[in-house]
């Protein structure tokens, strides 16, 4: 062995040491939580309230980084390309690793291929909300409205392939209608928009209109599960509310980007399933209206399988959502579409 070869490989060992030490002193400096929409948001309050316990049991501080755009796809396509050391994780959803895919074509990831699954942290289930002096009592004078003005009425969301956008897109297509839609960095300003009356409507995750909603400061018609939530009980679902095919229910998760070494990966999910195991935390996330899932449920292997149920469920409703010629003029052409047959729905996160 010449000496050129010998430098080579003490300076090859040497480099896989410091790797070692790296990996078991992980974490060793401040971790960045890429939560792809606006502050006040739920991915954002499911994010700060996850982070912060998780920042408790890895010591070191989980910092919530918004970047958004794109139906939050920006943010995650940052995280993605992020380098895999587990200081940059990302506050997937529905939308983002579930719906945009289908509506993305040039989209820079692919849900199923380029991450490193953290774990499941909140199921969120869809309420159709309005400003609080919105012409409807209930949801049966909702839908006659929509039908009646669709074009003229003003429906926020959180831009295409958001949860908000997806949810409200399965509403209006059943309805066969089509909205003014508003586009927001996330539903934290839309709601408040809402509150100030600027938008009419808008479908949203449960965590960031539950206080609202009991406030009075918006109003809330049903909650999409089969089951009304705890949070809200005097909510009804759809179902009860006379539009019974509207069953829809999001969730967010946390992602690393692809190749997060196996013991990071598993230092992440340990701090998420010890957080979401902690009284105070699940106080937080179950009294805004979120679920939280059983041990199995928390895992990364249960959350790939539902990301690619995701999109598989979603990818042919909206298709052929896009693929139906609905007329902006809704009603007054009397030719109605045919309806959008609800997605299969999502494995519910178990509450526990
Ligand atoms: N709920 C939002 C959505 O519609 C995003 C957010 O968390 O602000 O996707």
Redesign the pocket.
Known sequence: MNRHVKALLSGAVALAAAAGTALAAYPERPITMI????A??????IARIVGEHMSKTLGQTVVIENVTGA??TTGITRGAQAAPDGYTIMMG????HGASPALYPNLKYDPTKDFTPIGLAAG?PIIIVTRKDFPAKDLKEFIAKMKAEGPKLNEG???VG??????CTLLTSQLGIKTARVT?????P?INDLVGGQVDFG???IV?VAQQIKAGTIKALAIATPERSPALPDLPTTKEAGMPEYEVS?W?AVFGPKGLPADIAGKLNDALVKALDDEHTRKRILDLGGTIADKPGRSPAALQKLVESEVARWNPVLKGIAAQAVNPAGATSGATPPPAAAPAPAPAPAQK
Do not use: E, W
């Not at 939560?35 to 606006?38: G, H, L, R, S, T």
């Open positions: 939560v792809p929409f606006a006040g948001g739920p991915t954002d309050t139906g939050g959803h529905m939308g983002t969120t969301n959180a831009g958001s949860v908000s956008h997806t949810t927001y960095k996330g539903t934290g839309m479908c949203d995750q960031s999001a967010n």
